[in-house]
């Protein structure tokens, strides 16, 4: 029931653009994207609901498709703050609260 | 407010010793969770509440057990610690609405490093 994020890993320069990619094999009801630095504890970064629109956050945007279950995370114009790990969580159509967290992607932004 | 706090932040235990980690959040959410972060991987759900009194199962919950007798904490117990039980702890809460919307961001705590040698 995990979610499989892809890439593994990115290691971007300032500027560049990344996309973080989320796919489940059974129907979604939500895609969850959280940030976690070094050390720290993941803060919230957008939800994306069945039929609902594309969200943003800062230069960070993500679509959801329904049909295909899944969704993709794009960074454009990377800082150096977008460090991190990005997990995707998944809320499966009857789930409830059971999020279920990918194994996330880890994202170096280098000067 | 504090938001969702934790304690302790670290911690050694032996094997087959017990010990409750403790979850406090000032915010009258509803919605508290549990879980674990193994190194390098992402979060599984031990446990959850949907308010006091009610709790239910997540991803792994053997050789753990929750209380939730108050909105305000949510205290995770281990019994007989195991090595497959060393991992970083993390609780959340969220509230059921925010501004008479259904509200789905969970808020982390720092943690608790917990190693069982």
């Known amino acids: 029931q995990q979610p499989v994020q892809s890439p593994q890993a990115v290691i971007l320069r300032e500027g560049e653009d990344a996309v973080i990619n989320c796919s489940s094999s059974?129907?979604?009801?939500?895609v969850h994207w959280y940030r976690q630095k070094h050390g720290e504890a993941p803060v919230f970064l957008m939800i994306?609901?069945?039929?609902?629109e594309q969200k943003g956050h800062e230069k960070i945007s993500a679509s959801f498709n329904e049909k295909k279950q899944q969704s993709s995370l794009y960074l454009t114009a990377s800082q150096l703050s977008y460090s991190g790990t990005y997990f995707c969580g998944t809320l499966l159509s009857g789930g409830y609260n059971k999020l279920i967290f990918g194994a996330g992607t880890r994202l170096a932004v280098h000067p | 407010n504090a938001g969702v706090t934790q304690t302790p932040k670290f911690r050694i235990l032996k094997i087959g010793q017990s010990m409750t980690l403790q979850c406090a959040q000032d915010m009258n959410h509803n919605y508290m969770y549990w879980y674990r972060q193994d190194p390098g991987m992402g979060l599984k759900l031990i446990y959850y509440s949907v308010g006091a009194g009610i709790t239910d199962k997540g991803e792994v919950p053997n050789g753990y057990n929750v209380s939730r007798s108050t909105t305000e904490y949510f205290p995770l117990r281990l019994e007989l610690a195991a090595p497959s039980q060393t991992s970083v702890y993390f609780c959340?809460?969220?509230?059921?609405?925010?501004?008479?919307?259904?509200?789905?961001?969970?808020?982390f705590g720092p943690g608790t490093r917990l190693t069982v040698t």
């Open positions: 059974k129907a979604l009801y939500s």
């Open positions: 959340a809460s969220r509230p059921t609405s925010t501004s008479g919307r259904v509200s789905y961001e969970q808020y």
């Open positions: 994306l609901l069945k039929g609902g």
